[in-house]
């Protein structure tokens, strides 16, 4: 006589799947959305770098660029030429509604927000965001995923900054409130993740959360608030 499962056998078998099923699936969809926001991240970071480096070719060293340009005028003249742009999207057709958050649920206010920021789509649906204008640097933003959520700084929303004397371009915190000297060499983690306004950390901005993955050898670690 050949044996096999009863019913109630392979409904408790079913059962015990179920539960591991529902204990270990969430965990693993956020270790993928993790690794996946590292690789577009790391994708973007380098097809900017590499943007800024063919600029250079023409229109010298980025250390003499005019930064006090505005947005739009800065976008055409050093990086619209030199990047995959998919479109541009006008600000006055961004989607209202669309609002950035910072890692400790308040609501962006800087570039992100501003009208005289220029946005584009990337080729990879990356929205790039090239800020204000400044005469000592400029603001480059990225929401990796275009206006779909979570649209949270730290988590699928990164910011860098191009600024003169320093050698291309650089994770938000370089030479800010002592959060980093010389940035894969002397940033200093504890600071980053501090309590500093702009800290990676749940109660505060996020905004040194990209200089926190770079320096983690581009990984999102155990303690990263996400």
Same mark, same amino acid.
């Given at each position: 006589?050949?044996?096999?499962?009863?019913?109630?056998?392979?409904?408790?078998?079913?059962?015990?799947?179920?539960?591991?099923?529902?204990?270990?699936?969430?965990?693993?969809?956020?270790?993928?959305?993790?690794?996946?926001?590292?690789?577009?991240?790391?994708?973007?970071?380098?097809?900017?770098?590499?943007?800024?480096?063919?600029?250079?070719?023409?229109?010298? @060293?980025?250390?003499?660029?005019?930064?006090? *340009? %505005?947005?739009?005028?800065?976008? !055409? &003249?050093?990086? $619209?030429?030199?990047?995959?742009?998919?479109?541009?999207?006008?600000?006055?057709?961004?989607?209202?509604d669309i609002v950035?958050?910072?890692?400790?649920?308040?609501?962006?206010?800087?570039?992100?927000?501003?009208?005289?920021?220029?946005?584009?789509?990337?080729?990879?649906?990356?929205?790039?965001?090239?800020?204000r204008n400044t005469? @000592?640097?400029?603001?480059?933003?990225?929401? *990796? %995923?275009?206006?779909?959520?979570? !649209? &949270?700084?730290? $988590?699928?929303?990164?910011?860098?900054?191009?600024?003169?004397?320093?050698?291309?371009?650089?994770?938000?915190?370089?030479?800010?409130?002592?959060?980093?000297?010389?940035?894969?060499?002397?940033?200093?983690?504890?600071?980053?993740?501090?309590?500093?306004?702009?800290?990676?950390?749940?109660?505060?901005?996020?905004?040194?959360?990209?200089?926190?993955?770079?320096?983690?050898?581009?990984?999102?670690?155990?303690?990263?608030?996400?």
């Amino acid at each position: 006589m050949k044996k096999a499962f009863t019913l109630a056998e392979v409904l408790i078998t079913l059962g015990i799947i179920g539960v591991v099923a529902a204990l270990t699936l969430p965990s693993l969809i956020v270790k993928f959305k993790k690794q996946q926001t590292v690789v577009q991240l790391k994708k973007v970071y380098s097809e900017l770098s590499q943007a800024i480096k063919l600029s250079e070719i023409d229109n010298g @060293t980025h250390d003499n660029w005019n930064y006090s *340009l %505005n947005s739009t005028n800065f976008f !055409n &003249t050093y990086l $619209k030429n030199y990047l995959k742009s998919a479109r541009d999207i006008p600000i006055a057709e961004r989607d209202k509604d669309i609002v950035y958050k910072r890692l400790n649920g308040s609501n962006v206010t800087g570039d992100l927000a501003l009208t005289s920021t220029r946005i584009t789509y990337l080729a990879s649906g990356t929205l790039l965001y090239i800020g204000r204008n400044t005469t @000592t640097y400029r603001i480059i933003s990225v929401d *990796l %995923n275009g206006f779909k959520g979570p !649209n &949270t700084i730290g $988590k699928d929303v990164f910011e860098f900054k191009l600024q003169p004397n320093v050698e291309g371009l650089t994770p938000a915190g370089y030479g800010e409130e002592g959060a980093v000297r010389s940035f894969g060499y002397e940033y200093n983690r504890d600071i980053l993740t501090g309590n500093t306004t702009y800290a990676c950390r749940k109660n505060r901005y996020g905004t040194w959360c990209t200089a926190l993955i770079m320096l983690d050898g581009w990984e999102i670690k155990d303690d990263y608030p996400w």
